[in-house]
């Protein structure tokens, strides 16, 4: 099917769309007996009711083939605390890649580091402008005539700082 949205917002829209249809599935079991096991959305896949002891598989979700082909499956036992954890790990069972590509990593060191200058520069110009404003408090306040006039020194501040 095509679709209209980016494949990342795809990918939560799905996982969306599977967890409201999964949240409706544990309302519908509510009213039955609860022995065992009772219905689990763990954010990735929607787990049934089970009996203590059943161990249930189920494939990789549908969310992740947007990405790549997945046939996969994953499992959870049913034990008498609730259920144990996936096993195998979703990213390992479903071939999911959880490494940002070196270019990607290249890039956001590149970003980090221009706006690490930035603020650096921004701090220090704002340090400067500081000094530059107490200074000119301090001879207004000692009352000594000031070589510029308040209006000239304002529009010299302004123009070099905006």
Known sequence: ALSLLHPECEFYFQLEKEERLCQQYIAEQENRSMEGCRPLWDEVVCWPQAATGETVWRGCPAVFSLFINNTGSVSRNCTSLGWSKP??????????????????????????????????????????????LLIFRYERDSKRQSWLPRNSSQFILVAVFS
């Open 87 to 132: 096993f195998p790990a979703y990213h390992i069972a479903c071939n999911v890649e959880d490494d940002i590509p070196e270019t990607e990593q290249s890039y956001f060191a590149t970003v980090r580091l221009i706006y690490t200058i930035g603020y650096s520069i921004s701090l220090g110009v704002l340090a400067v402008a500081v000094f530059i």
